[in-house]
Structures are given as C-alpha cells and as structure tokens.
C-alpha cells in the first residue's frame, strides 16, 4: 500500500485564513515558483520566513558544508531578504543546532497556527520533519505543519513500475516520466501574494562566510535568484542547442552551470523543464532532449534516495556490503593534493578547489579513478566532494559516486572503468582545460599532455617538466589497476 513520504496533512483552502504562517526556507531560496511559500501567502495575512542556520552542518569546523556552497547560499538568503520585503514577508536567520526546537520557539513567539515546507528527500532531513510533527502534536496548541512536493515534477509513488516498486534503473525510469509528463504537471506555482501590511522587519544582516570561519572564496556563477533565471535564460535560448555535442568537453562553455542553483532552489526544476521543453526537448531538439534527460536523472536518483535510504552509507548493491577496499593513505594523499601524474584527474581536482564547481564528465573519472585505480572507498571521495562543491546535493552525488564505484544502480558495474587517458584524449584533445588547471603542463606538447612521463628525458628539461619533480609520475599503473579492479567485482 503506498504511504506518503510525510504524514503531514497537504494544505486545502478551509474557509478563512489563518493570521500568522511560518515559511521554514531549506533548499528553495526563490520567491517565484515556490509552492509551500505561495501556499504560506493564501494562508496568512502575516507571513515570516526563517532560515534555520544548523551549526551541526552549516560550519566550517564541521566539514559538511564548504566554503563555496556557504557563500552561495548566504548570498541566495540576502537576495531572497529584499525580495520578499516587497511582499511585505519577513525573513530571520536563526543560528541554532536544533532546527525544530528553534521552529517552534519562533511559532510560539509569533503566536503562529502553521508552519510551510517544501519536501526533501536526505534521510536526515525526512527525519528531522517527522520530528517537527511529532514535537507540535506535543505542544498541544493548534500548530498545523504543511508540506509540499516542490523541488521534482514527480513524487516518490508517482513513478513506479507496473508492480507497483519503485525504478532501479534509470532508461525505464525517464520512459515512463515522459509519458506521465504533461504541461500541468510542470505548471508554475506563480508569484506569492503580497501581503496586507508590512511587519517589522528583523534587520540583522545575513552573515558572511567568513564570520562563519569559511574561507573567502570568489564565486564564479551569479549567485541569487536572479542570478539563476539570467543563467537559464542565456543557456535555453543560446546554447542548449549544442549542449549535445559540447556538454563533455571540460575546456567548452557547453554546460547549463545551473547545478548550484538547482542544489540551493534559487530556481526551481519547474522553471528548467519548462525552458527545456520550449527549446524543443520533445520536439526533436537533440540539445533540449539531452538536457531534459539530465533533469530527470536528478529526479531518479532522488526517488532511490527516498526508496533506499541505505545507500547515503551502505551499497545500493548489497552484494558489495563487505567489498575490500585498500585505502592505502599515500594515494589519496595524491589524489586529495591533485598530484596523481594523471593530467585530466589532477585538472578536475584542482577546478573543484579553485571554484567549487566540477564538470561532470570529470566527476565521473575523478570518482572512478579514486574507487576503481586507487582502490579506495567511495564513501570517502563522497564526503570530499561534499565539502568543496558549490552544488553539493545528497542523492546526486551519493547516486553519482555509487554509480562510478560500481556498488549503485548498475546491471554489470565491474565492467566500467574508465581509462584517463584515453578519456583525456577524447573530450580533452589539444590539452586546452588540463593546461589551463596544471600550468606544469604549459609547454608540454599535445603528443605527451595526457602521458607526460613518456617524454624522453632531454624534452622533459625543455618543457620545464621533469617527471618527478616539476610533475609526479603516476601513482598506479592504470591498465594493471583495471584488471584488479574486474577481478575484484567478479
């Protein structure tokens, strides 16, 4: 029998309104398109949003949240401040290691009946809104908590096989999506509705990063809601056409870039299916439909996330639960310090160090490189990623990691390993983005920028690279790493 993910009553217009609502802001930074904002709006006269600033995880001693994410989002939360003040909406930041205890001290403060959200699907994040119902039953005044499907197109029981269990891989997953797909299920949720009167207004400013203990970092995307909406415009109606043939090549501005976004809901997964289709993603448009595919590989892995908890730590495979894995201390100390001697691992690490951003083809071989060259659990290159990505998103990565160690939703996953080099040659010929990351590699040739230890020793000392001290020589042998890496699955 299906269940909902929350046994939280959804919201149905009573009626009259109720005076005082509470918008809990997690993941949907945005006043367009936001439903459990827009529902807060019909049902209050008095609307105040919060941010609840965990420091279990938003902090930098914590190691869960990095520098680049920690400033795009607090400058998404200084945008969405002025924004919402012309809706006459309050916005607070409360520090506090207890969200749900901060919740509802500030819903007895505004003397609140409900409390809007939109759903997550992290187990950590599920489990903290069970709470937050359980703790207002508790309180013992009439304190409503509403809960919205806002950040898929579809819900955890809305895409199922025909016995009624949910998708493990991905093609039948999207077929079915796009057949249930219709224009209203992607319907914009529109404009909150301005509120009668203005409140006080909280005045504390939005923190920076760097009161938090982040590093300062530069953000290199525009951060904020408008930000998002110019990124979309400009990809959706220049670009997307090529996004096809360009989106492997790291050196090529060929890529949406609006992970971030997407991660922090500066804008929302309607708005980008919605620009997709009107680019021609179900009519023939290559560029949009392969875009559009993308999207709904976000949604799967969300729906495995919800349907297999188990996989933030353990296998999505069983099988693989006591798989062995070396972690030898010496090579990830290479692979953490982008000094593998594999040029196109070594550029990808430093682009995520230096922006908080990484292609995602180089996600891929960075992440199979690690579990299946190194040998070393995915778990750890998971929580790396989780500290330095500007995008960092729990299923995606989780599904992303799982998918490249071979544990994840995958028929024969022993038989993909990618072979750097050859990937370096393919989406990286002429060595643009690897010499651009590891300038060591500045005046190697193109013949010898993906292997540079095969130049002869006397070109070496031309070049200023001499293979073991200007640049490491490779930490492991790929093709003998390859074979153990099969032998070890099969």
Not at 80 to 93: F, N, S, V, Y
Not at 305 to 329: A, G, M, S
């Amino acid at each position: 029998m299906r269940q909902a993910a929350y046994n939280f009553p959804h919201w149905r217009r009573g009626p009259g309104n109720v005076n005082s609502v509470i918008h809990w802001f997690r993941r949907d930074f945005r006043v367009m398109d936001n439903t459990g904002l827009a529902a807060a709006t019909r049902l209050g006269d008095a609307v105040t949003g919060v941010f609840m600033l965990d420091t279990r995880w938003f902090a930098a001693n914590m190691e869960k949240t990095g520098a680049y994410q920690a400033a795009f989002w607090l400058a998404a939360l200084r945008e969405l401040r002025t924004g919402l003040a012309q809706l006459h909406i309050d916005l607070r930041i409360i520090t506090t290691d207890d969200p749900v205890a901060g919740l509802l001290s500030l819903a007895r403060q505004l003397r609140a009946s409900a409390i809007t959200l939109n759903k997550e699907y992290e187990p950590a994040q599920m489990a903290q809104d069970h709470r937050l119902l359980r703790e207002a039953e508790k309180a013992g005044h009439d304190l409503k908590i509403y809960t919205y499907c806002d950040s898929v197109i579809f819900e955890e029981f809305d895409i199922l096989t025909a016995a009624e269990t949910p998708y493990t891989v991905f093609t039948p997953y999207k077929r079915t999506w796009l057949a249930k797909y219709t224009a209203e299920a992607a319907a914009s949720r529109g404009r909150p509705r301005k509120l009668p009167a203005p409140p006080a207004m909280d005045t504390t400013p939005v923190p920076l990063s760097a009161a938090l203990g982040f590093a300062e970092v530069r953000l290199d995307v525009a951060a904020g809601e408008s930000g998002g909406r110019t990124m979309l415009d400009e990809f959706t109606q220049q670009r997307i056409g090529l996004y096809r043939q360009k989106r492997d090549i790291p050196a090529a501005d060929g890529v949406s870039r609006l992970s971030a976004h997407l991660a922090a809901g500066t804008i929302s997964i309607r708005q980008c299916v919605a620009a997709a289709i009107s680019a021609g993603a179900l009519k023939g448009c290559a560029g949009a439909e392969c875009w559009l595919s993308e999207l709904i590989w976000r949604e799967f892995y969300r729906m495995v996330l919800f349907h297999f908890p188990h996989t933030v730590r353990l296998p999505f495979n069983r099988r693989y639960d006591h798989l062995p894995w070396e972690n030898d201390p010496n090579k990830l100390r290479t692979w953490l310090a982008a000094q593998t001697g594999y040029p196109i691992v070594d550029a990808a690490l430093r682009q995520i160090q230096s922006t908080g951003w990484m292609h995602n083809r180089l996600r891929m071989i960075t992440a199979m490189f690690l579990t299946k060259d190194l040998d070393i659990d995915w778990r750890t290159g998971e929580q790396w990623f989780m500290r330095w990505l500007m995008d960092y998103d729990q299923a995606s990565n989780v599904g992303g990691w799982q998918w490249s160690a071979g544990t994840g939703t995958d028929a024969a996953p022993y038989f993909r390993v990618m072979n750097p080099i050859l990937q370096a040659r393919r989406f990286d010929p002429d060595g643009v983005f690897v010499r651009r990351f590891v300038p060591e590699l500045a005046r190697v040739p193109v013949e010898f920028v993906h292997e540079p230890w095969l130049m002869p020793p006397l070109l070496q000392s031309q070049c200023g690279c001499r293979i073991g001290q200007d640049y490491p020589a490779p930490v492991v042998d790929h093709n003998t790493a390859r074979q153990r890496a099969i032998q070890k699955f099969k």
